[in-house]
């Protein structure tokens, strides 16, 4: 599958460095950690689940209790808010360097109808993910509480033809510097609409900070750090 993104996933990269270690660095000298996304007081509990992942393995979030876990919630065949949200999620992790390694990425789907475990290891496979991020799947009965509780709301579908799909596309088209028809085409026969917020939970298994979509790698990579301590 060919990635909607036109950005290589490390763009930006470089100029993020600095930036982050700055932030780092005013933590530091604060005493107490400087957090650049939303911070809910008091820290909020998690609603758990069990989904497979990629590999068809179940998964939860019991099991990853000690880590810092990083949950959103995106589709494989989304032509504009998730690959936007993939680059800056993954420029932000490369920019953990070797704390990478004790974070654990889950995205689950919002579109249950196409989103199985093939086509999810398919995707992460085009961003060279496949085996250190999960993508968790099911049907829309298991993940309508998830939505609901993890404040994606309840996605809504728009079909091809209609006049908002075509916006959607034609928008994200001349965003992105790619082909309207090619982008139509990986969209599929509708596009689904929805919210994408990132919960970052912490060691105890809470989440402490939500960050929407106007994030940076570089805050969402403070904020990641700040919480492994």
Not at 157 to 162: A, K, N
């Amino acid at each position: 599958m060919t990635k909607p993104f036109p950005l290589s996933p490390r763009r930006g990269w470089l100029l993020a460095v600095p930036l982050l270690l700055m932030v780092l660095a005013l933590a530091a000298c604060s005493g107490e950690p400087q957090f650049r996304g939303n911070v809910l007081e008091p820290h909020r509990d998690t609603l758990d689940f069990s989904l497979p992942d990629q590999w068809g393995n179940s998964t939860s979030l019991q099991e990853m209790n000690g880590r810092v876990v990083v949950l959103t919630f995106l589709y494989t065949s989304c032509p504009d808010l998730c690959p936007l949200t993939m680059g800056k999620m993954r420029s932000a992790y490369d920019l953990l360097g070797e704390d990478a390694s004790k974070v654990e990425i889950v995205i689950v789907t919002v579109d249950p109808e196409r989103d199985n475990a093939k086509v999810a290891l398919e995707y992460l496979t085009s961003w060279g993910l496949e085996s250190e991020w999960r993508f968790l799947v099911g049907d829309a009965n298991s993940l309508g509480p998830l939505w609901d509780y993890y404040w994606v709301g309840q996605p809504f579908v728009e079909q091809t033809g209609g006049a908002t799909f075509d916006q959607r596309i034609k928008l994200a088209a001349e965003e992105q510097g790619i082909d309207e028809a090619e982008l139509a085409k990986e969209a599929g026969a509708y596009t689904v609409g929805h919210t994408a917020p990132i919960h970052l939970i912490n060691k105890e298994g809470r989440v402490q900070v939500v960050f929407g979509s106007t994030f940076t790698p570089a805050q969402l990579a403070s904020d990641i750090q700040a919480l492994l301590g």
